[in-house]
């Protein structure tokens, strides 16, 4: 899959995550393509509606998931691709993987709730079966910077604690 490409909706994904940092939201932003042409994109909330599920791409996915479910129904070839600012949590992934998307493509790594690295080996065979391929790290500094933007206003233990984590994994891309 093309680079270019693959920068492009992550760009896209980086503008829906400036519309949450500019409301005080953390800024992961993620937007849904379907055979190459963004079908919706939508932005963090978890802040603005004080909740902890409302993250970009479960609200994305469950907001068009009659549409994908028709997608993949009419045409099984259709190409369900899923690009998000930030590497996917648990929720994430795992709803991603319910709506058969083929692709998770992320700019930043999550040194605290990423799981794109986990072992499936355990999981039941549908998981196995269906789980997207995951690709990460486009544009990963740019979405860095944003995170940090964000991260440096914040003043509970939790943030403070994630921006160390985040820290440390920037400075490690710059011995590298
Ligand atoms: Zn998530």
Same mark, same amino acid.
């Given at each position: 899959m093309s680079n270019l490409r693959d920068k492009k909706f992550i760009h896209e994904a980086l503008r829906e995550g400036a519309k949450a940092l500019a409301r005080g939201d953390f800024p992961v932003g993620a937007v849904l393509v379907i055979n190459g042409r963004v079908a919706a994109k939508t932005n963090n909330a978890l802040l603005s509606k004080r909740t902890? *599920?409302?993250?970009a791409e479960t609200r994305l996915l469950l907001d068009r998931s009659k549409t994908i479910r028709q997608a993949r129904v009419k045409n099984p070839k259709v190409r369900i691709e899923l690009y998000t600012t930030l590497e996917p949590c648990l929720m994430c992934l795992g709803c991603a993987m319910l709506h058969r998307v083929d692709r998770v493509i992320f700019s930043c790594p999550d040194? =605290? *709730? *990423?799981?794109?690295?986990?072992? =499936?080996? =355990?999981?039941p065979s549908f998981y196995r079966d269906n789980w997207p391929s995951v690709r990460g790290g486009i544009l990963k500094k740019n979405a860095y910077k944003m995170f940090l933007r964000f991260m440096s206003v914040q003043h509970t233990k939790q943030w403070k604690e994630n921006k160390k984590l985040f820290e440390a994994m920037a400075a490690k891309w710059r011995e590298s």
């Amino acid at each position: 899959m093309s680079n270019l490409r693959d920068k492009k909706f992550i760009h896209e994904a980086l503008r829906e995550g400036a519309k949450a940092l500019a409301r005080g939201d953390f800024p992961v932003g993620a937007v849904l393509v379907i055979n190459g042409r963004v079908a919706a994109k939508t932005n963090n909330a978890l802040l603005s509606k004080r909740t902890w *599920g409302d993250h970009a791409e479960t609200r994305l996915l469950l907001d068009r998931s009659k549409t994908i479910r028709q997608a993949r129904v009419k045409n099984p070839k259709v190409r369900i691709e899923l690009y998000t600012t930030l590497e996917p949590c648990l929720m994430c992934l795992g709803c991603a993987m319910l709506h058969r998307v083929d692709r998770v493509i992320f700019s930043c790594p999550d040194p =605290r *709730g *990423g799981v794109s690295h986990m072992t =499936r080996a =355990r999981l039941p065979s549908f998981y196995r079966d269906n789980w997207p391929s995951v690709r990460g790290g486009i544009l990963k500094k740019n979405a860095y910077k944003m995170f940090l933007r964000f991260m440096s206003v914040q003043h509970t233990k939790q943030w403070k604690e994630n921006k160390k984590l985040f820290e440390a994994m920037a400075a490690k891309w710059r011995e590298s």
